[in-house]
């Protein structure tokens, strides 16, 4: 059986449903709980089984009444309490067929099979009619997905985000960086767009052979730091979380485990990051998004800002 991974949804024997949200998966499954079936819930399945959504915090909190055997960094579900695997990329034929707004964005990347997914609320068949697209692409197709939502704005396939849904992305991610800074490298990530007036993201995911899990635990905490430092390798830098290998004195990489700032930097730019350094092994890690909002945390490209 191909391992769980990222991005990948399960349910547990009470029917509630997890967003995986890593790779280190050998043991248990680390993930966050997403959907719990409610018969006052707003979202409905095809089944007509009712769930309520919840979110990060409120996740948490019912993890730590409810199952606390799960409670963790991330919720840790153990594989005989796991009931069902939901795998973005098998279940993309469905979705697609059931959506034309999927459909249009797989034509448009035209990867190959089991290359692309879906994941969030439509893997789940929970999606409303406010929900944006979650697409999933592996590997190094992600890149060539990339190019072609650039290339599919510029030749009006799809549309780019309209100044009023960048302030409403702003206002929801709340970083700790100007707008017009915010807005300087977002602009050119090209990992999200507007199909026929839908928000979509395009998320990376490893392929099955580049997945090397490293344990998703927190290392001894050195204290708040600020470096500057050069980009020697931002492969990873999609990825969550987003890893940017750099030189730097005593700090070998910088790790983001908030979305707002993936991407963020190309290899040999110099970047600014500010967070928590940890002792990983022989390492020392520089940890952006300690916590959901990642207050008084960043990480800017100065490359980019002509500093």
């Known amino acids: 059986m191909v391992p769980v991974r990222l991005r990948d949804f399960i349910s547990d024997p009470d029917g509630w449903l997890y967003a995986v949200s890593t790779y280190d998966n050998k043991e248990s499954v680390g993930c966050v709980l997403r959907y719990v079936p409610d018969d006052t819930g707003e979202r409905i399945h095809p089944s007509g089984q009712r769930y309520r959504k919840y ?4 996740a948490y909190a ?3 009444r409810k199952k606390p055997e799960y409670a963790g960094l991330l919720h840790r579900v153990p594989y005989p309490d796991v009931k069902a695997i939901f795998k ?11 959506h034309p707004r999927v459909k249009k964005l797989v034509d448009l990347f035209g990867l190959p099979e089991g290359t692309v997914g879906c994941t969030g609320s439509l893997l789940c068949g929970l999606e409303n ?32 985000l309209s100044e009023e849904m960048w302030r409403k992305v702003y206002e929801k991610r709340k970083p700790e960086i100007p707008y017009d800074v915010f807005i300087l490298h977002e602009q050119r990530k090209y990992n999200r767009g507007q199909v026929e007036g839908t928000y979509f993201d395009i998320l990376y995911t490893r392929s099955y052979e580049d997945i090397r899990p490293e344990p998703a635990r927190k290392g001894a905490v050195l204290g708040k730091m600020t470096i500057e430092a050069k980009v020697t390798d931002a492969s990873l830098s999609f990825d969550n979380p987003a ?15 908030t979305h707002t700032y993936s991407g963020q930097a190309l290899a040999g730019e ?3 990051a500010c967070g928590v350094c940890e002792q990983h092994g022989d390492e020392k890690w520089l940890i952006v ?19």
């Open 88 to 98: 973005p990329d098998g279940e993309i034929g469905r979705i697609a067929s059931a």
């Open 129 to 160: 009619e406010s929900s944006d697209i979650d697409m999933v692409v592996y590997g190094r197709h992600w890149f060539a997905a990339q190019a072609l939502v650039k290339q599919g704005i510029r030749d009006g396939k799809i549309e780019g």
């Open 270 to 272: 110099t970047i600014e």
């Open 55 to 58: 979110d990060f915090d409120e």
């Open 243 to 257: 890893v940017y290998r750099i030189e730097h004195e005593s700090v070998s990489r910088v790790l983001s485990f």
């Open 289 to 307: 998004g300690t916590t959901r909002e990642a207050r008084g945390e960043y990480i800017v490209s100065r490359t980019l800002l002509g500093q």
């Open 62 to 64: 019912l993890i730590s």
